[in-house]
């Protein structure tokens, strides 16, 4: 991804856009760059804490219902069995 996106920054024709920019220009666009990074860094980790709970949640859900001491059956709408536990 990076390298096509390196290309395509090498196709543009004309100055370089960062050369244009005055220098407090450049540094508040680092700035927002560090801080849409950091946004990126912080919904990964609230994906990925969710991803673990919801793998958790489908864990017992299964452990539940395979040790169950009677026998189960998920029926679907169309009546057929989709999970059947004896």
């Known amino acids: ?18 050369a244009a920019l005055e220098q407090q220009q450049v540094q508040h666009l680092l700035e927002e760059l560090e801080i849409r990074q950091i946004e990126l860094e912080l919904q990964n980790e609230h994906l990925n804490t969710a991803r673990a709970q919801l793998e958790q949640a489908l ?5 539940l219902y395979d040790f169950s001491p009677v026998g189960s059956a998920l ?12």
């Open 1 to 18: 991804m990076r390298q096509l996106a390196m290309a395509r920054l090498s196709e543009r024709e004309g100055t370089p856009v960062v």
């Open 59 to 63: 864990n017992q859900s299964n452990e």
């Open 75 to 86: 029926i679907d709408i169309d009546g057929v069995i989709s999970k059947l536990n004896l």
